[in-house]
């Protein structure tokens, strides 16, 4: 915790409060609904999703699947026959480490994902694959997006995957859309595919936070590296955050000098706008529990009980 004033965490009950987030890029605001809870007088909670931030897109679950995906797993490369194995996911992300049955050579099997997509907000939806194999997407019987035979190398799957291959498709509110997903391949190593999706971001979105910010209270910014960036296999390019993470901050913390901010990250960032806002809450990688953590901490609740392992550069 980071405090220059006296904005101390356990002080902050007033009449609004505005929250930014942004690290995941999928619009989610389900992890701070726990702020309400914590208010003891009237107060108005108001959210803004803020630009996407990641450098890859958030996992479609089921803020968007209605209900869990199938998936059948085929001994063979070419999806033939009765499944060797079958099972559901809560996520469209599936990942095999070695011989992980007996039931399937890891060098040489198939998988097919079936499920349904919900679409709440309309408008064009961003897909974004990641995989280490022969993999195609298919939104109503339709390809949206191949990657069976032409891949670039990223550094997705400790490396052994592909960069991120995008494609939009203009969706209406009150929609549901069949989603298969065709995946041929195998290495006997690190295996797997990750299917992304996010809703259509405003062109005002950054104008949107800063309004709604500049009419609270108190502002807190979530922002972050997203697990793309602190994750195996790979260096992070750069300290800065992704995306338009910075712009954020600054706008928010010129339209309220009551700003708190909360950096989600496993690893030093560059914070320019450290010295425009009074508080900075380092994180690191919370896991499920942070929605209650964090209210927990900025209500006073509790002390953040850790201390910064490394050091934090004041410019870079």
């Not at 599936?94 to 049955?101: D, I, P």
């Not at 104008?207 to 807190?220: E, G, K, L, T």
């Not at 994750?231 to 712009?247: A, F, I, K, V, Y």
Request: charge should be negative; aromatic fraction near 6%.
């Amino acid at each position: 915790m980071r405090r220059t004033d006296n904005l101390q965490a356990g002080n902050i009950g007033h009449d609004s409060i505005k929250i930014c987030e942004d690290t995941d890029g999928d619009g989610k605001a389900d992890k701070f609904t726990v702020f309400a809870d914590k208010l003891s007088i009237p107060t108005t909670l108001t959210f803004a999703r803020g630009p996407i931030a990641t450098n890859t897109l958030a996992i479609l679950d089921a803020t968007a699947l209605d209900g869990r995906l199938t998936m059948d797993l085929f001994d063979n490369r070419e999806l033939a026959g009765d499944p060797a194995l079958s099972t559901t996911l809560r996520t469209a992300r599936a990942l095999w480490l070695g011989e992980f049955t007996d039931k399937l050579d890891p060098r040489r099997f198939s998988a097919r994902l079936t499920g349904t997509i919900r679409v709440d907000e309309p408008g064009e939806w961003i897909f974004g694959l990641s995989t280490t194999a022969s993999t195609r997407v298919l939104l109503d019987g339709e390809v949206l997006i191949d990657a069976w035979d032409d891949r670039e190398r990223g550094t997705s799957f400790c490396g052994f995957g592909s960069k991120e291959v995008r494609a939009t498709r203009a969706l209406d509110a009150g929609t549901e859309h069949s989603l298969v997903i065709e995946f041929s391949g195998g290495n006997g190593a690190v295996s797997g595919l990750e299917l992304g999706a996010a809703p259509p971001t405003p062109t005002t979105a950054l104008a949107d936070a800063v309004a709604v910010a500049a009419a609270a209270d108190v502002a807190i910014v979530v922002v972050g590296t997203g697990p793309t960036l602190d994750c195996e296999g790979q260096d992070r390019p750069d300290m800065s955050l992704p995306g338009e993470q910075d712009e954020l901050v600054a706008a928010v913390a010129a339209a309220n000098p009551r700003t708190i901010v909360c950096v989600n990250a496993g690893s030093p960032v560059a914070m320019d706008w450290a010295d425009a806002v009074p508080t900075i809450l380092q994180c690191w990688l919370p896991g499920e529990e942070w929605g209650h953590a964090l209210a927990d901490v900025l209500f006073g609740d509790r002390e953040p009980g850790g201390r910064l392992p490394t050091s934090f550069p004041v410019r870079v």
